[in-house]
């Protein structure tokens, strides 16, 4: 029987292999998927931290994410309700110069779950791309865009501004998100939304297109 506390432990050892299995044990004492998921991500602020005080490295960095993201295909099925596609599409993409997408990826995740059909970009994506995949899907209603790195910030601002320069603006909604971003720099950069999290992004956009 796995516990809270063996979840975050397996996730900040970078335990790929074994992360699956003592989700599914934690799940099978009677854990909720949530608890277990907030549990993982609160792990990884764990590895943040240690990495800032120079105690881990970027391969630590990296096996944690990798084992954050097993540990998530098994939460996936249940904090998703399969409503997939009623709400519209939605584009998402970590922008150019940034690796990170746990964070994109359980904003997908919600937001698949929300009703969306989202279109997923993946990481270090370029201006042209978000351009070029809103123009070959015109019926989309939101651009969703993640930066997790103080330095990918100015990227995020230039995607923006492209976006907002296009004449197909004002048919479709711009989010943004991700650690080191605010509501007064999305407000700053033209944003439409900025959430904080994963659960308030899926709400977001449900506000937007309603
Ligand atoms: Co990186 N990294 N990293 N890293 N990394 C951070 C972000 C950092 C804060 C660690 C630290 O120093 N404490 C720091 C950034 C500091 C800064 O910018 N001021 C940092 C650094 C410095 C770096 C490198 C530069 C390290 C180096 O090479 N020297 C390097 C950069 C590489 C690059 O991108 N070019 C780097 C590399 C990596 C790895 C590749 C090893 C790995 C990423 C693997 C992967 O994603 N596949 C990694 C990791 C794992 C982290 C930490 C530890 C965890 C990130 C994470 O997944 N968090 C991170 C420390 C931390 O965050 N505490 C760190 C969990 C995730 C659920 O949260 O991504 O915030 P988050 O997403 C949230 C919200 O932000 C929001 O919802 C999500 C879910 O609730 N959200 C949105 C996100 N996108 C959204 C979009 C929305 C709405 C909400 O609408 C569209």
């Given at each position: 029987m796995a516990t809270l506390q063996d979840v975050a432990d397996i996730v900040i050892a970078g335990k790929a292999k074994k992360t699956p299995g003592v989700v599914q044990e934690a799940l099978d004492a009677g854990l909720a998927p949530k608890d277990i998921l907030n549990t993982m991500?609160?792990?990884?602020?764990?590895?943040?931290?240690?990495?800032?005080?120079?105690?881990?490295?970027?391969?630590?960095?990296?096996?944690?994410?990798?084992?954050?993201?097993?540990?998530?295909?098994?939460?996936?099925?249940?904090?998703?309700?399969?409503?997939?596609?009623?709400?519209?599409?939605?584009?998402?993409?970590?922008?150019?110069?940034?690796?990170?997408?746990?964070?994109?990826?359980?904003?997908?995740?919600?937001?698949?779950?929300?009703?969306?059909?989202?279109?997923?970009?993946?990481?270090?994506v370029p201006i042209e791309r978000f351009l070029s995949a809103y123009e070959e899907n015109p019926d989309t209603k939101i651009i969703g865009c993640s930066a997790l790195l103080t330095t990918t910030m100015p990227a995020l601002e230039q995607t923006v501004a492209a976006i907002n320069q296009q004449p197909w603006r004002s048919k479709v909604k711009v989010m943004v998100g991700g650690a080191p971003i605010t509501q007064e720099f999305a407000d700053r950069i033209g944003a439409d939304a900025y959430t904080e999290d994963a659960a308030s992004a899926a709400q977001k956009a449900k506000e937007l297109v309603s």
């Open positions: 991500i609160d792990a990884m602020s764990v590895v943040g931290e240690r990495f800032s005080r120079n105690e881990i490295f970027v391969p630590e960095m990296l096996v944690a994410a990798k084992a954050m993201k097993k540990g998530v295909d098994v939460l996936k099925p249940l904090l998703s309700d399969g409503g997939v596609g009623s709400m519209g599409k939605m584009i998402m993409g970590t922008v150019a110069g940034d690796l990170h997408d746990i964070g994109k990826n359980l904003v997908i995740m919600m937001i698949e779950s929300a009703g969306f059909d989202v279109i997923d970009l993946g990481v270090d």
